[in-house]
């Protein structure tokens, strides 16, 4: 039973214009939530993460929006460029106990076309 | 330069053959993990350590022992490598915010 869920494989976006990266998620006890971009032959590097308390976080071209409601967080690029291009992975965790992990999403592939 | 650091890279191994998969961290981080990539399939936990001198199992553990030998160092090994653990894997490191990732292992299992 996959708890965190990007539905999209991949996704295919003219340059400039806004990517929209969507994550759904199961377990209500998620409170943190984190987007981890992935080159190929590389590991997954942090990218912005949003808590459960806010709805919205913003880091230059890239913002993270929060529907705890609807359980689904979504990451927005805009401008999409050439160097977006890259695996998109979500994360979420529940910040109980001692033990700090984090449950993953299968990940999308973002295409940025010239 | 501060990190993760994975050994090696890459590795073919023939079906019954051992390997230790080698990770290092310099960031003071307590806890490390060790995960499996697979096409379709995201980032699977196969074991992690929250602090030196413990390990628990994740979500794939069979096949696969972990030894965090100093707070630095976290080891995966497979004692008898099958066409199934063919896989990239990745270790990370934690202080308790986000995760920082080796570069990957891609292991052949043949």
């Known amino acids: 039973d996959q708890q965190v869920k990007q539905n999209s494989p991949s996704l295919s976006v003219q340059e400039g214009r806004i990517s929209i990266l969507n994550c759904d998620y199961t377990?209500?006890?998620?409170?943190?939530f984190l987007w981890y971009k992935k080159y190929p032959a590389e590991g997954p590097t942090f990218l912005i993460s949003?808590?459960?308390i806010k709805d919205k976080n913003e880091d230059g071209r890239f913002t993270v929006f929060l529907n705890k409601s609807a359980k689904h967080l979504s990451l927005h690029i805009v401008p999409s460029q050439p160097g977006d291009s890259a695996v998109y992975f979500c994360a979420a965790s529940a910040t109980f106990g001692s033990n700090y992990q984090l449950i993953w999403g299968a990940g999308t592939k973002l295409i940025i076309k010239p | 330069n501060a990190g993760v650091t994975q050994t090696p890279k890459f590795q073919v191994l023939k079906t019954g053959q051992s390997m230790t998969l080698q990770c290092a961290q310099d960031?003071?981080?307590?806890?490390m993990y060790w995960y499996r990539q697979d096409p379709g399939m995201g980032l699977r936990l196969i074991y992690y350590s929250a602090s030196e001198g413990t390990t628990d199992k994740g979500e794939v553990p069979n096949g696969y022992n972990v030894s965090r030998l100093n707070k630095r160092e976290f080891s995966l090994r497979l004692e008898s490598a099958a066409p199934s653990q063919t896989s990239v894997y990745f270790c990370?490191?934690?202080?308790?915010?986000?995760?920082?990732f080796g570069s990957g292992t891609r292991l052949t299992v043949v």
């Open positions: 960031m003071n981080h307590n806890s």
């Open positions: 949003i808590s459960s």
């Open positions: 990370a490191s934690s202080g308790g915010g986000g995760y920082t």
């Open positions: 377990n209500s006890m998620f409170d943190y």
